[in-house]
């Protein structure tokens, strides 16, 4: 099915105007099982592009859940190959396993299982493969603690010797700080484990992270930081000279609550250019902002403000050249009628093109949408509510 979206320019736009020429969503059909939903995409160093997603029979905590994915070629999706399953699962909305493609063929993924009865009580588990996914390592626990706490929130990159993985870690639950922490650690090849070390030792509770890596090997962790007086604004950190960097912040938004919003930030790199994209309701205005750094993350330039006024946020990004990026969110048009908007823009702030990519959902069971590269376009994968709940995946072109 392919939906074109001609654009008209008027002297007052529209609220689901696009500009900039003529924009194509071209919707792939994927194949799922039962109830379907909390999608990953990555893609590898040859352009590729493999998607992750979990399946249940049921919504009950109690109901097997499985790990699938499939690879994206010649616009069709593969038959979904399991990963793992369990009914032991932790599987929720904001915290969502993946499927991280190295190239090569060389894979990690990882997902949730529980640690206790406690609602919050579960821990990470991950696998590899180097043969493009025919066979995984026996799953193994990412983080020393397994207290029966928080552990979840992962982010994954790829770098020489294998992967570097952060994590948000509930310890500090466990020990009576009742503090959130960032921890990271490497993960070789053959999927043995390096020294786990915090990135940050007090974070927000439930956003979801993001990493990038920059040309010269550097890594880079973004991530909502907690402030002792309840400051929730994105802060970065870098890795590099196997050391992670003292956090600072992207911009001092000054977003000030006393809960977690749940809205994490999305990140990606391009030769020495790096864009953070990120939510923030500070001073009670809702706003998603896009920032550019020109010197490899070291320091980030004024945010634009690409919103169309009514935010939910859950952003995804990908940068398209040095000094173009692909920007993706959710706008809320009504209770909890949305639009899963693109946008892409210059470093300068223009905007090339806008498009609402699909009517969704502001509810938390639309999920997180996801972006990746791919050639010249766009792949975008979001949840679509219902029961039960599916899947969408779509190609957008300019």
């Given at each position: ?18 500009f ?13 099982q ?10 590898d ?13 049921k ?12 690879e ?30 190295a ?29 493009e ?17 928080e552990?979840?929130?992962?982010s ?10 952060t ?27 390096g ?20 040309e ?9 930081d ?16 196997k ?10 938004d000054?977003?000030?609550l ?9 990140a ?12 923030t ?16 993350g ?93 899947l ?7």
């Amino acid at each position: 099915m392919r939906i074109l979206l001609a654009v008209f320019i008027f002297a007052v736009a529209s609220f689901w105007s696009s500009f900039g020429g003529m924009v194509e969503v071209d919707l792939i059909p994927l194949q799922t099982q039962g109830i379907a939903g909390e999608p990953h995409l990555s893609g590898d160093p040859d352009g590729r592009v493999f998607m992750s997603w979990v399946e249940r029979s049921k919504t009950d905590s109690e109901t097997e859940a499985a790990l699938r994915w499939s690879e994206l070629v010649d616009g069709t999706w593969t038959p979904a190959q399991t990963i793992a399953k369990g009914a032991d699962w932790f599987v929720n909305w904001a915290d969502v396993p993946s499927v991280t493609a190295a190239g090569s063929g060389r894979m990690m993924a990882h997902w949730l299982q529980r640690l206790g009865e406690n609602r919050y009580a579960y821990g990470v588990r991950y696998a590899v493969s180097n043969d493009e996914g025919a066979s995984w390592s026996t799953p193994a626990w990412l983080h020393q603690d397994l207290s029966p706490t928080e552990h979840g929130f992962v982010s994954l990159v790829p770098v020489p010797t294998g992967y570097i993985a952060t994590w948000l870690d509930g310890n500090g639950y466990a020990s009576g700080t009742n503090e959130m922490a960032m921890h990271a650690r490497s993960i070789a090849w053959d999927g043995s484990l390096g020294e786990e070390s915090a990135v940050d030792t007090r974070t927000c509770d439930c956003c979801p992270t993001t990493m990038t890596s920059l040309e010269d090997g550097t890594v880079m962790a973004f991530y909502r930081d907690r402030s002792e007086g309840e400051v929730r604004d994105i802060y970065a950190s870098r890795f590099e000279n196997k050391t992670w960097s003292e956090p600072v912040p992207v911009h001092n938004d000054g977003w000030m609550l006393q809960a977690c919003p749940v809205n994490g930030p999305a990140a990606h790199s391009s030769d020495e250019t790096v864009a953070v994209a990120w939510f923030t309701a500070a001073g009670g205005s809702p706003a998603v902002h896009v920032a550019f750094s020109g010197d490899q993350g070291l320091t980030f330039e004024a945010p634009i403000q690409i919103d169309s006024g009514r935010p939910t946020g859950r952003v995804a990004l990908r940068m398209l050249s040095d000094s173009e990026v692909a920007v993706m969110w959710i706008e809320s048009a009504g209770s909890e009628e949305a639009g899963l908007m693109l946008k892409i823009i210059n470093r300068a702030g223009k905007t090339l093109h806008t498009v609402k990519v699909a009517d969704t959902s502001s509810a938390r069971s639309s999920g997180y949408p996801r972006l990746e590269k791919f050639g010249d376009s766009l792949i975008a994968a979001w949840t679509v509510p219902g029961e039960p709940s599916t899947l969408q995946t779509a190609q957008v072109s300019w």
